[in-house]
């Protein structure tokens, strides 16, 4: 159903479909629909409420045949009125107006609003419009030679804010979701309503950005290297390598404002690999995520939430199990601790990228492009050519005498059973959206030399739960539970729905905007007997140091 509303500002009314006009506002009063009123007390002027929307009428009054010692205006009328009456005879082509006669074509000012013409006998005589005043009548006045009256206009006060003056009628922002006005000499500030309803089109997601109050649109791209390692690049290409060196992942090939670098090793097993670190190059900035959750910031270790005081819109924080950067470019790393690895970046990096993560532009067929621009169809000699730094930076490379038995033709019932949660009914309706064959193939491969005391299955699982939750279709985690983290810090418990942002002694008393719109995430969350996180371990808020304890 399409709605039409003629009113500007429509009101939505609880169990109605369309919106409708509430009714019209006019000098500071509120009428209802079908009103009509006189503005000022103006008997000359009706005005009406109509759908919303005040339409007003000033009425013309006829011009007085009689000396003007003779006209008066009755009490409560518009027009004036002419004292008595007389016989008037006509006289041929001359105009008698006023106890006095003018020749046929004689332009006469009978005041200072009325011009008169004589025309054949008649005197014809106009007046101009007057626009509607919305003061009282006793507030009005008219200047020598002109007709129409105006408003007397009060001196408006200045408002004093923070320090500064400001003239009334001034508008300024307090912040990116408070808007304030200067009247009469107060302040008035109103806060901007988000819409909590929004939903956004496929391929783009909801977030918070540095100049705006409410989440809005944007388009998305996002690169994933998950297991031992697969990747699915920015436009979405899924693929296997199996290096063991340092490596390009993304990187900003044209203006060169940002490269991502992957460590990669064989942790635990000589046949497969997985990420192992994760190094950052911004202007100014140099990351380093490594195992553990541990951070470094210009190669010092730093504590989280990180904030930058340079560059306020880079941001380092733990969102449930995993490390989450945001930086001033608008891109976004997320980093499990262990070899899950998320990259989104914003569209402004559209056919400016390259590296293991694709270019970016849309196609995933021309993804496999090397480091000197030449087009590869093998993916082992694809990924060889974004390797970096010298060979000594490759961990436990295999040799032909380290080449034994497929490890993948044992242990091929705990593969199955393990990965064909993919295909089940946990993932059915996900799977009308996103094909599981490369996910599930990716999960077989993963179980085939899995380290003792790893959950190798879980990183197809979480890659493809999120492509889902990309689609609009959330799947819980207790769902496929196994995956569910063994052991957490001292005083903390695993919730497959806790909040995204941890409580800190830094944060206690402040709560970032962005954690109100936030969905819920699976991992290690404090208890509400100690819910605050210090030092690696939960602590009730009385016990965070001296100067950082809750306010209230």
């Known amino acids: ?45 009706e005005c009406s409420c109509k759908k919303g929307t005040i339409s007003c009428e000033k009425r013309a009054c006829p011009v007085m045949n009689c000396p003007p010692d003779r006209i008066y205006l009755p009490e409560g009328s518009c027009c004036r009125k002419c004292k008595g009456s007389r016989k008037i005879y006509d006289v041929s082509l001359v105009c008698f107006f006023r106890n006095k006669i003018y020749s046929n074509s004689k332009h006469i000012r009978a005041d200072n609003c009325t011009d008169c013409t004589c025309m054949e006998g008649t005197m014809v005589c106009s007046s101009p419009t007057c626009p509607v005043l919305i003061c009282p009548v006793e507030q ?56 909590n309803t929004l939903k956004c089109p ?65 942790r635990l097993t000589s046949d497969f690999s997985w990420t192992h670190r994760v190094t950052i190059l911004l202007p100014n900035f140099r990351v380093t995520l490594q195992q553990k959750l541990i951070v470094k910031v210009n190669r010092r270790r730093i504590k ?20 989450v950067m945001n930086a001033p470019n608008g891109m976004q790393v997320v980093w499990d601790g262990d070899s899950f ?20 532009n849309g196609d995933p067929t021309d993804d496999l492009i090397g480091k000197k621009g030449v087009t590869y169809y093998n993916e082992q000699e694809f990924g060889d050519s974004w390797r970096t730094g010298s060979l000594s930076a490759c961990r436990n490379r295999l040799t032909p005498l380290q080449k034994k038995e497929s490890p993948c033709e044992k242990n091929f019932k705990t593969r199955e059973r393990e ?24 999960c077989l491969m993963d179980m085939c030399d899995c380290p003792k005391g790893k959950l190798c299955s879980c990183e197809s699982l979480l890659a493809y739960s999120r ?61 509400h007997n100690r819910p605050v996180f210090h030092n690696g371990r939960c602590i009730p808020a009385h016990r965070c140091p001296k100067g950082k304890q809750a306010t209230t």
């Open 341 to 360: 690895l998320e990259i989104t970046v914003p569209s402004m990096f559209k056919k400016k990228l390259c590296g293991l993560c694709g270019n970016y």
């Open 1 to 45: 159903m399409k709605c039409y509303t003629p009113c500007h500002n429509p009101v939505h009314i609880p169990g109605r479909c369309c919106p409708s006009c509430a009714g019209c506002s006019f000098g500071g009063k509120v009428f209802k629909n079908g009103d009509t009123f006189t503005p000022g007390g103006d008997p000359c002027i």
């Open 140 to 195: 009005q006045y008219t200047t020598p030679g002109n007709c129409c009256p105006k408003c007397k206009v009060k001196p408006r006060k200045e408002c004093r804010y923070n320090g500064q003056i400001q003239m009334h009628g001034d508008k300024w922002q307090r912040d990116v979701c408070t808007a304030c006005e200067c009247r009469d000499g107060h302040v008035h500030c109103t806060m901007e309503e988000c819409n």
């Open 304 to 323: 989280l939430p990180f904030r930058s005081v340079t560059a306020p819109t880079m941001w380092i924080r733990q969102e449930g199990h995993s490390v």
């Open 419 to 442: 990965c064909q949660i993919l295909l089940s009914d946990v993932f059915v309706e996900c799977r009308k959206k996103v094909d599981p064959k490369t996910y599930y193939r990716s």
């Open 467 to 527: 492509a889902c939750t990309r689609e609009g279709l959330y799947i819980p985690q207790e769902k496929y539970g196994h995956c569910k983290d063994k052991t957490c810090p001292d005083g903390a418990e695993f919730n497959v729905c806790g909040p995204a942002c941890a409580r800190t002694c830094d944060n206690i008393n402040s709560i970032d905007r962005s954690c109100l719109m936030k969905p819920c995430v699976r991992g290690c969350h404090c208890t």
């Open 202 to 266: 496929k391929g783009y997601k909801l977030q918070l950005t540095p100049d705006t109050c409410c989440p809005v649109c944007v388009e998305e791209a996002i690169c994933t290297v998950f297991g031992d390692p697969h990747y699915r690049t920015f436009d979405g290409k899924i693929y296997n390598f199996q290096g063991r060196c340092k490596y390009v992942l993304a990187r900003d090939c044209v203006d060169r404002t940002f490269s991502i670098k992957v460590q990669n090793d064989a």
